[in-house]
């Protein structure tokens, strides 16, 4: 009897495609990340110097979360789900948020607000959106801050009794966002715990910190299937990077490549997270300012940023601008 | 790092045979717990003889650290709070109000980069006298160059009132100049002092009344960081970022937690090219949410504003304004 009920199995090949398929359904983000496909319990980490835009793609990112995929006739093509924010960086700004959301609301799609934008500049007050629509998608932005790491491990440690609260509700929760995890780094690396009692208690290092970090955030992942996304700061200058071009330079038969036009140089970056962090991540952009301008109308003056798929390895680069309705690629 | 001692007064549960458990695992404060894989340690708790109250203790220490960390917000609560206490402070000077669409905002760290003499101290002497005439409020000034002159703050004040009162002018301008602290600071410890007293005073303080801390201006940032970068090996640099990131972080907890406009102000040196940048180097780069850039005519009193950093404006934008005499 038990060896038959072996053998004939649980569900067929069909009902098991149908169920895994439409729950772990790769999110499509818009672009500079549209490349890769993105699915929940993914790690992307969003690495580059200061300023490049990293919160701007994360704030992207949350609002396509937060959106439904219809209303009223409209389509939308957000997640419908909850994001959370840990602002580690403390620098979120809640009427760039709203704004965003008021034009994404407004005009349906995106393609349309770019069209909008190059005709006529969008007054704050004349955007005309669905109030009902936009109370829901603040509603379902969750934020917390933190000052130091000691507040980030007590909000990690909590966070999973706060997704159940939600879920409780109905909600689910469909993204992690955090900006930007090395925010600590210097603070975590300079201070040193003398043990006062026991050689084997734990000491408030970066090392430690960060482990209990990724420990916190892969049970969170087990427990509530979310793509989890992360800024980093790059935090050595770009010294590096001007010594590496020149060394290209010097040398022209390496690790350049050609494609459409687009030369896709190697620039290192220095990696200063502990290896639990790294081996945490699982997908890696990195995104700098090149030296060009993009002149949209005559009195504003974008500046154009690069965004390179490190992890996987994608051979070209994309280049982007921020504009008052967001990113927009260049061609 | 309070020992977990200490709590069992106001928490009963947390008794001497929780805490000689949790010691078994070297863990004596509640530090050591946010390091510590809670999940593991309710699993040893399991094996244990009064497993339910250790287990019992677990779950209260849990629910104190939710205690620890900052309130969760939903981003119409946040909307709120920013739309009626994080409004904007007028500059006194048009150019950079013009600039910044109204001023300095409350809740944000503002940064003023500029080689010397280029007007970073006129800029913020013009702040504080604006804000503590204009907005009713007092202006906390931090002194690090000796640099704060009264004469210069009676002159700004002055400048547009009738010179015919001269009874009622000199009562507003006691109250005003009452209204600006100012205090000379030379190291990076004794403004960590100065700020700590700040915040303690400003949470014990009762709402309202008309002496609510509306600036906090602390010129310059930098001269006060660089005297430790001499510090002796690697120690003593790793030392200089994390004390310039701690006193980063206070300067924008204080802005958001007590609705406080802050601005300081930076120098620059020479970078690669030879291009001048602003000093404090990239970990500075992301704490303040607002970076300017100033410079000024030689000789002349017009001034050229640029923005270098901005949560939601582009970065070049820049503006001219002029410092009356």
Known sequence: ?331 | MAPLKSLEQEYPILDSNFQSFCASHDIFSVEDLLLHDLYVLAAFAEQESSSERLKQGIAQVLSIIDGQHQPWLNGIELLEDAQRNKHVLSTGCEGIDLLLHGGLRVGQLTELVGPSSSGKTQVCLLAASNVAKKHIGSVVYLDTGNSFSPQRVTQFICQHSDPAIDQAKHRTLQKVMNNISCKSVFDIFTMFDVLHQLEFNLRSQMQGGDCKVQLLIVDSVSSMVTPILGGSGSQGIHSWHALMISAGYLLKKLAHEHNIAVLVTNHTVGGDGGISKPALGESWKSIPHVRLLLSCDHGGSICNVSILKHPSMAVGKAARFMIHN
């Open chain 1, 1 to 331: 009897m038990e060896a038959k009920g072996w053998i004939s199995g649980d569900e067929s090949a069909k009902e098991m495609l149908g169920r895994v398929l439409s729950r772990a359904r790769p999110f499509l983000l818009l672009p500079p990340l549209h490349r890769v496909p993105l699915r929940p319990r993914n790690v992307l980490e969003i690495v580059g110097p200061s300023p490049s835009a990293k919160t701007h793609l994360l704030i992207q990112a949350a609002l396509t979360c937060v959106l439904p995929v219809d209303w009223n006739g409209v389509h939308y093509g957000g997640f419908d789900g909850f994001a959370i924010f840990i602002d580690l960086d403390c620098r979120f700004d809640i009427f760039r948020f709203s704004h965003l959301l008021k034009l994404r609301l407004a005009s349906g799609s995106v393609s349309e607000i770019d069209r909008e934008q190059n005709n006529n500049t969008i007054k704050r007050s004349s955007i005309a959106y669905d109030e009902e629509l936009y109370t829901l998608c603040m509603r379902r932005f969750s934020y917390v801050r933190c000052y130091d790491s000691f507040e980030f491990l007590a909000t990690l440690k909590t966070l999973h009794y706060r997704i159940q609260k939600e879920k409780a509700y109905g909600n689910c929760v469909h993204m992690l966002l955090i900006d930007s995890i090395g925010a600590f780094h210097w603070i975590d690396r300079a201070s040193t715990c003398l043990p006062l009692r026991g050689s084997n208690r734990k000491s408030h290092s970066v090392q430690t910190v960060l482990e209990t970090v990724v420990q916190e955030i892969r049970k969170l992942l087990l427990l509530h299937p979310m793509l989890a996304i992360a800024t980093k700061a790059t935090l050595f200058g770009n010294r590096a990077m001007n010594e590496a071009k020149c060394r290209n330079l010097r040398k022209p038969d390496t690790s350049y490549s050609q494609i459409g036009g687009i030369t896709a140089l190697q620039l290192p970056y220095r990696e200063y997270m502990p290896s639990a962090w790294q081996t945490f991540v699982t997908h890696r952009i990195l995104l700098r300012p090149s030296d060009d301008h993009l002149a949209v109308s005559d009195d504003q003056n974008h500046s154009v940023y690069f965004s390179e798929w490190l992890l996987p390895s994608l051979s070209f680069l994309d280049k982007f601008i921020v504009k008052e309705a967001g990113v927009f690629l260049v061609a």
